[in-house]
């Protein structure tokens, strides 16, 4: 089972961009998933989370600009980010719970993808 996170990269501050968070192997789908991003010198810290039943809740920071969403056919969990800011620059990193047995889950963490807001 593998979380490949995508969509990072350079980007004007006021700009967009989205990223992408998709699951892959013998999975039965993902549970709750959320984006999480650690800036240099900074601690981790959790962007935005959706539950399994689509529920969102986001960081002070990026509410109002940010917005996560999830495809579960694809197994595919997004991260719209619109009105970017410079203090956004960050390695952004999901973080999934996937059901990968009948009775059991696990958590996963995708390889981080960096996003850097400058002009």
Do not use: H
Not at 24 to 47: C, D, T
């Amino acid at each position: 089972v593998q979380l490949q996170a995508s969509g990072g990269g350079l980007v004007q501050p006021g700009g967009s961009l989205r990223l992408s968070c998709a699951a892959s192997g013998n999975i039965f789908g993902i549970n709750a998933a959320g984006w999480y991003r650690q800036a240099p010198g900074k601690e981790r810290e959790l962007v935005a989370g959706i539950s399994v039943s689509g529920r969102t809740n986001y960081a002070d920071s990026v509410k109002g600009r940010f917005t996560i969403s999830r495809d579960n056919a694809k197994n595919t969990v997004y991260l719209q980010m619109n009105s970017l800011k410079p203090e956004d620059t960050a390695v952004y990193f999901c973080n999934a719970v996937i059901q990968v047995e009948i009775f059991r889950n696990r958590v996963f963490w995708g390889q981080g993808t960096l996003v850097t807001v400058s002009s």
